[in-house]
């Protein structure tokens, strides 16, 4: 088993279990010290601009969950994210445990936020919800710019669910 830290849709238990067809043994909200959330990982097209990314920013810190899931698990949702990711570790607290854990970081070029689709805004601010994740936080998310494209946007949306579904099996 190894711990997984989630900050975009994969702390939403839907997209976990749903989605990505997998089941955490155990799931816990935690915070990600000396790091902000920064929406600089390009989409790929203006439908779907940017996703959610973390930053080393000392004085910062990104909430999301800690999954303990298993190394084939860990191996799928790394496969679904692209190769453009580094697997870091840092360590956090799991229920009174301290633990490594692994965490994505995408490698950017760009360093300012990008739009992201108001698809996975809403992904992003349910499931901060959802795990309880603090009113400060989750108005950061609903500050991040969205864009919306009436057909186009559903469209790929379905897009998106059946190309990741693909890569998790």
Same mark, same amino acid.
């Given at each position: 088993?190894?711990?997984?830290?989630?900050?975009?849709?994969?702390?939403?238990?839907?997209?976990?279990?749903?989605?990505?067809?997998?089941?955490?043994?155990?799931?816990?909200?935690?915070?990600? @010290?000396? =790091? !902000?959330?920064?929406?600089?990982?390009?989409? #790929?097209?203006?439908?779907?601009?940017?996703?959610?990314? %973390? &930053?080393?920013?000392?004085?910062?810190?990104?909430?999301?969950?800690?999954?303990?899931?298993?190394?084939?698990?860990?191996?799928?949702?790394?496969?679904?994210?692209?190769?453009?990711?580094?697997?870091?570790?840092?360590?956090?607290?799991?229920?009174?445990?301290?633990?490594?854990?692994?965490? @994505?970081? =995408? !490698?950017?070029?760009?360093?300012?936020?990008? #739009?992201?689709?108001?698809?996975?805004?809403?992904?992003? %601010? &349910?499931?901060?919800?959802?795990?309880?994740?603090?009113?400060?936080?989750?108005?950061?998310?609903?500050?991040?710019?969205?864009?919306?494209?009436?057909?186009?946007?559903?469209?790929?949306?379905?897009?998106?669910?059946?190309?990741?579904?693909?890569?998790?099996?």
């Amino acid at each position: 088993m190894v711990f997984y830290f989630s900050y975009g849709s994969n702390m939403s238990k839907r997209v976990m279990e749903n989605v990505r067809n997998i089941h955490p043994l155990r799931s816990q909200k935690n915070t990600l @010290l000396n =790091y !902000k959330i920064i929406m600089n990982m390009p989409g #790929p097209n203006f439908i779907e601009p940017g996703f959610a990314n %973390i &930053s080393p920013s000392i004085g910062f810190k990104v909430e999301g969950m800690v999954h303990e899931i298993s190394d084939d698990d860990l191996k799928r949702i790394i496969a679904s994210e692209g190769e453009d990711y580094a697997l870091i570790e840092v360590i956090m607290k799991f229920f009174n445990q301290i633990v490594m854990v692994k965490t @994505l970081l =995408y !490698k950017p070029e760009i360093k300012t936020d990008l #739009p992201i689709s108001s698809r996975y805004k809403k992904i992003l %601010i &349910s499931a901060a919800f959802e795990n309880t994740l603090s009113s400060t936080y989750n108005n950061e998310l609903k500050a991040k710019k969205s864009v919306y494209y009436p057909v186009l946007s559903e469209y790929l949306a379905l897009r998106v669910y059946f190309w990741v579904k693909s890569r998790t099996k």
